[in-house]
């Protein structure tokens, strides 16, 4: 299973972007998927998960009101809206692919990883 982020860079305060997610090499609709961040110097952090319908959702506290994840199935893509962009935002974001159908908030509970997509938001 491969997975590509893609969609970051450097935006203001305030500003927006979207982030993708494409997946190949597994039956994206069946699983979970999550959008995590990690900014230097600190863990990883879980921002948004989505079950394998889309139909569940779950944010961090830190993003609830200012992102929206969804899912795609028929293009096997997943995506992260970013609203009102903070520059406590920043951070490398990551997209993965659960092993369950449900939504996941623990990072164990995810098989694949994509290689990550660099957030940058300045004041």
């Known amino acids: 299973v491969q997975l590509q982020a893609s969609g970051g860079g450097l935006v203001q305060a305030g500003g927006s972007l979207r982030l993708s997610c494409l997946a190949s090499?597994?039956?994206?609709?069946?699983?979970?998927l999550g959008w995590f961040r990690q900014a230097p110097g600190k863990e990883r952090e879980l921002v948004a998960t989505i079950n394998f319908s889309g139909e569940l959702t779950y944010y961090a506290d830190s993003v609830k009101g200012r992102f929206t994840i969804s899912r795609d199935n028929a293009k096997s893509t997943a995506y992260l809206q970013m609203n009102n962009l903070k520059p406590e935002d920043t951070a490398v974001y990551y997209c993965?692919?659960?092993?369950?159908?449900?939504?996941?908030?623990?990072?164990?509970?995810?098989?694949?990883w994509g290689q990550g997509t660099q957030v940058t938001v300045s004041s």
């Open positions: 993965a692919l659960a092993a369950f159908r449900t939504y996941v908030l623990n990072p164990t509970g995810y098989n694949y």
């Open positions: 090499g597994r039956t994206f609709s069946n699983y979970g």
